[in-house]
Structure formats: structure tokens, C-alpha cells
């Protein structure tokens, strides 16, 4: 399984091909490494492909090499500012937050296409939004085209 997202991001005029930027084999091993997860096929493809930036794909959203180191604390931190009694799974990744009122995970657990959950402020538990992440990341170019145009 090999996902093509830098093409889909240039195909759908997000961002043009000199504006993407992946990130290097030993920087996902590090992120492996700090969270003691093998992370799945399908992310790690996105991370080499276009992980450290794309455009203006994601500039509002915490999503990038950069960011996601941190997102799984802030996750937590909010979940107690929330007074939420739920916790994510010891193997979630924590890869997407918007305004610090949602973050998307995955759980590292072998699947190389995994789940996608979400968890808002107003929720009690996560909601799947996807049943795997290139279908997720398929939608969210889908999207963010249709709000953006084109470059």
C-alpha cells in the first residue's frame, strides 16, 4: 500500500510542488522512539512525502513534523482542563489538532491504514471519522480544495 499525497495535494491545487517538504527516514524513527510505537505504513508515507509542510494544506491546523511532537501532551492537558474522565489508548498517536478543540489519533496497533478518531471539547468519548487514514486524508484535501480554490 503507497498513498501518493504530495500528488493529490498538487492534483488538487493546494499547493504547488516546490512548496511540499517531507521529513527524513531518522526523524520518523525519533518519533517511533519517543512514543515507543511502530507508526503505520500509510502516515509514515505522508510524513516522507510531505510531514514538514505543504502549501497552505493544514496552516490552521496543528498537523505537521514540527508540531505533532507535543500534541499528544496538549491532548491530555486538555482533556483535564475539560474535566474528561476518558484518556486515549497507551498506543494512540495524537497527529492533528485544530484551535486546541479537537485532536485526531490513531491507535498504533499494526494496522497500517488505521481508524481515524476525533475527540472535541464537547464530546464524552472519541468518534471514528474515518475508517482508515488515507480515506481521512482523501476527504480532508476534498475538503480543504473546495475552501481554498485553487493556487
Request: proline share 4%; with cysteine.
Amino acid at each position: 500500500m503507497h498513498a501518493d499525497f504530495k500528488k493529490w495535494l498538487i492534483q488538487a491545487g493546494i499547493c504547488k510542488e516546490n512548496e511540499i517538504k517531507g521529513v527524513a527516514e531518522a526523524e520518523i524513527k525519533s518519533l517511533e522512539a519517543t512514543f515507543s510505537v511502530t507508526l503505520p505504513g500509510s502516515y509514515k508515507d505522508f510524513l516522507r512525502q510531505c510531514g514538514v509542510s505543504a502549501g497552505v494544506f493544514c496552516q490552521d491546523v496543528d498537523f505537521f513534523y514540527d508540531e505533532i511532537v507535543r500534541l499528544k501532551d496538549d491532548f491530555t492537558d486538555a482533556l483535564d482542563e475539560w474535566n474528561k474522565t476518558f484518556r486515549p489508548p497507551e498506543k494512540a498517536f495524537v497527529f492533528s489538532a485544530y484551535q486546541g478543540g479537537s485532536y485526531h489519533y490513531f491507535v498504533c496497533d499494526g494496522n497500517d491504514n488505521p481508524p481515524i478518531y476525533v475527540f472535541y471539547e464537547e464530546n464524552l468519548e472519541p468518534v471514528i471519522v474515518a475508517a482508515e487514514f488515507i480515506e481521512y486524508m482523501k476527504k480532508y484535501i476534498s475538503a480543504h480544495q473546495g475552501q481554498r480554490g485553487q493556487v
